[in-house]
């Protein structure tokens, strides 16, 4: 089979294996990178791959604070944006926002007091959350791709 001929994806990934050779790209339900394996994972869709090598080509780990994650995540679209016209992907303005707000709504769902409802505040001391309404202080485990649990503490 010619280049020309392969669904889109593979052409890219082709490239990207090329050009990248210090990654390995395995094919996922969930798009993501995993710095200490060196992978990157793939669905496809274009534009997430180039996002997930984003955050390969900029050394991203892991994050402290919840906050940071939306930088990261930033970063990773920026670099995908920047990679985009290399690689014939279009990647749009919306595309980026939506995923953007996934990472905001996540974030905003484990701020939520258990107790109140109200918006918490995350303390960068022990990364545990504190209302400021009726001063309830809990933990939320990760919950980026299962169910949110939200743990008290006494």
């Known amino acids: ?33 995993s710095p200490t394996k060196q992978v990157i994972s793939y669905t496809d869709d274009d534009a997430k791959l180039l996002h997930e090598l984003g955050h390969a080509l900029l050394d991203h780990t ?4 919840d906050i940071e994650l939306l930088h ?10 920047e990679l985009a016209p290399q690689y014939n992907v279009k990647i749009t303005d919306t595309e980026v926002e939506l995923a953007m707000d996934g990472y905001r709504d996540w974030l905003h769902a484990r701020s939520l007091c ?19 309404n009726c001063e309830t202080r809990w933990t ?6 299962c169910g949110l649990r939200r743990r008290l503490m006494k």
């Open 1 to 33: 089979m010619d280049v020309t001929d392969m669904p889109k994806n593979k052409a890219l990934l082709s490239r990207l294996r090329a050009d990248y050779p210090s990654f390995t790209f395995e094919e996922s339900d969930i798009a993501h990178w």
């Open 72 to 81: 990261l995540e930033r970063d990773a679209w920026d670099k995908a944006l």
């Open 62 to 65: 892991d994050f402290v604070q």
């Open 140 to 145: 939320a485990n990760d919950a980026r791709t």
């Open 114 to 132: 258990p107790q109140c409802g109200q918006t918490g505040i995350q303390s960068r001391a022990d990364l545990v959350y504190f209302c400021l």
